[in-house]
Structure formats: C-alpha cells, structure tokens
C-alpha cells in the first residue's frame, strides 16, 4: 500500500538513526515499528486483574464501635 505519512520530527530523527544503525530502508524502518507498537496495544487491552473484596464480618459479641476493646478481646482470643 501506498500513502504519503507526515512524521513529527523527533519521530524522523529516531526514524533515521534506526536506519543507520541497522541498514534497513526507510519503508522497512516504519514497517518493523509499526508492527511492534500495534502488536504491543494488542496486550494491553487484555482483562485486568480484579480483586474481588469478601466480608469477614466479626465473632459474635464483638463490634466496630469501641476499637480498643475489639483490639483487646482479639489479641486476648489469640494468646487462647
């Protein structure tokens, strides 16, 4: 295919010094990173990891209100 592409120019400067460094032709330049940026927005469109969060509730008798004494009767149930 054949089309006309405007390039920014730090994107030409990188372009060209790829060129340099590995001999390859403009069009295969363009190509080769092409390829690799489109393959690599494949990957980042897979399904992120999800936590899913799960009540653990507390023992009976014990609440959220008074954190000094849920703290004391937990470190008291663990010394059990």
Known sequence: MRT???LDDDVASL???EMRRSGSSLKGAVNH????????SDQQRKKPFVVTPQALGLP???????VADLLEELEEAGHR
Do not use: E, I, V
Not at 33 to 40: D, N, P, S, V, Y
């Open 15 to 17: 372009l060209r010094k």
């Open 60 to 66: 009976p008798g014990l609440s959220y209100d008074n």
């Open 4 to 6: 006309t592409l405007s």
């Open 33 to 40: 990173f092409l390829r690799l940026g489109l393959m690599t």
